[in-house]
């Protein structure tokens, strides 16, 4: 998306901060109503007949959709550059729900190796048990990923940036491949976000979110959405509707509140989490920092090429002397706050060895490189000079063992 002009005319930040003002009302209400209903009366069966058939505008029940949904998948969808969106109970919903409009038993899907914790179980634990054969790969490595497409593949699943260690795969390569081969490639961009990345540019045919982290912005809701074509997500909403996976009218009203202020969020996550970055880069007591911001990242110029709006709103470090060291670290914050999540305001930090990564075994987590000092920092839009000053606080004692 062009950040300086849209469509219409009006630049991102403009129209995000007009998200649901011109939803048609009687009483012309200046922000988007909750509307706080399971279900909608009709006058006739025949305005029935015309909703449920899409002949006319309108709702049936909220499991299958209401206005609150619509316009945060209007928003979204918009933000990503795609067709249409569905709104899901939560980032994993949005996946399942994606994942099973296109999956089925007997098909092959091929997912980036060291990909977000919670989604690797998805695969494994669930998926798996379907019949459906998932194979992890490296996705940098074109070669590995070419060679792992088999006649049953249908799906390759990527994330824009991966969670918690910043690598991005070179996208527009590898859906050149896979569509090359008549796979579809579904993308995870709640990290990178469309401000990063936005899904017409990637060329991905589908985007998930948990729109429970940037896109919202506050942790106070939950809910996920995919994006696509018409068609997709025509598949994708059968399946959320089925599966009783619709996001709720309150957690829709509030994530519609929190894109009001994505563009001026972002900018300042971004901004604040280069100089995060910079500082931890010369601390004697890290070893090393993940964030493609900095020149030592081995995908800088990667990052320069498909990233235009800044390097992104996290960055994961490893403190020397592993566990013990991180212990240490932890009890000296003051500040920032344990948190097994990210993409709120404020900045938070996680340990994936105890959270996102618990689930998985020893060697798994080596081969997703989550070593022992680990640490995932969610940089928040404070003054960037207090986050410093509180990892400094709790670096300290780490250096001086």
């Not at 202020?261 to 931890?280: D, I, K, P, S």
Request: proline content about 5%; overall charge negative.
């Amino acid at each position: 998306m062009d950040r300086e002009s849209e469509a219409n005319g009006l630049g991102i930040a403009t129209w995000l901060a007009r998200i649901g003002n011109a939803r048609a009302s009687a009483t012309h209400p200046s922000t988007e109503p909750l509307f706080q209903t399971s279900v909608y009366d009709f006058e006739s069966l025949e305005q029935l007949d015309l909703v449920q058939d899409g002949g006319q505008v309108g709702f049936t029940y909220a499991r299958m959709g209401h206005p609150n949904a619509a316009t945060l998948e209007e928003a979204v969808a918009r933000l990503e550059g795609a067709e249409a969106g569905c709104a899901c109970s939560s980032g994993m919903g949005a996946l399942s729900a994606a994942l099973l409009a296109v999956l089925e038993s007997g098909t092959h899907l091929i997912a980036a190796r060291g990909i977000y914790g919670g989604t690797s179980a998805l695969l494994v634990c669930e998926l798996a048990r379907l019949g459906i054969e998932i194979s992890f790969v490296d996705i940098a490595d074109l070669k590995a990923l070419a060679e792992a497409i088999t006649p049953r593949t249908r799906l390759v699943l990527v994330e824009t940036l991966s969670n918690p260690l910043m690598q991005l795969p070179d996208l527009t390569a590898v859906v050149q491949l896979a569509h090359q081969s008549g796979l579809q490639v579904l993308a995870d961009n709640t990290l990178a976000t469309p401000w990063l990345m936005p899904l017409q540019v990637s060329g991905a045919d589908m985007a998930i979110h948990s729109v429970t982290k940037f896109l919202g912005g506050h942790h106070d809701l939950m809910a996920g959405v995919v994006v696509g074509s018409s068609e997709l997500i025509s598949r994708v909403r059968r399946v959320a509707s089925n599966l009783g996976q619709y996001a709720a009218p309150f957690d829709c009203w509030l994530a519609c509140r929190g894109l009001k202020t994505f563009a001026l969020r972002m900018q300042r996550h971004c901004q604040n989490a280069q100089r995060v970055a910079e500082f931890l880069q010369e601390h004697p007591a890290v070893k090393r920092v993940y964030y493609p911001g900095l020149p030592s990242h081995p995908q800088h110029e990667l990052a320069r090429r498909l990233l235009k709006q800044g390097s992104g709103p996290m960055v994961s470090f490893d403190i020397d002397g592993g566990e013990s060291a991180v212990e240490i670290f932890v009890r000296h914050l003051s500040a920032i706050p344990l948190s097994p999540s990210f993409g709120g305001v404020n900045t938070t930090f996680s340990y994936p060895l105890k959270t996102s990564h618990r689930s998985l075994s020893p060697q798994e987590r080596n081969l997703c490189g989550i070593g022992p000092g680990l640490v995932r920092l969610s940089v928040g839009i404070e003054d960037w000079q207090d986050i410093c000053a509180d990892l400094q606080r709790a670096l300290a004692p780490v250096d001086a063992r």
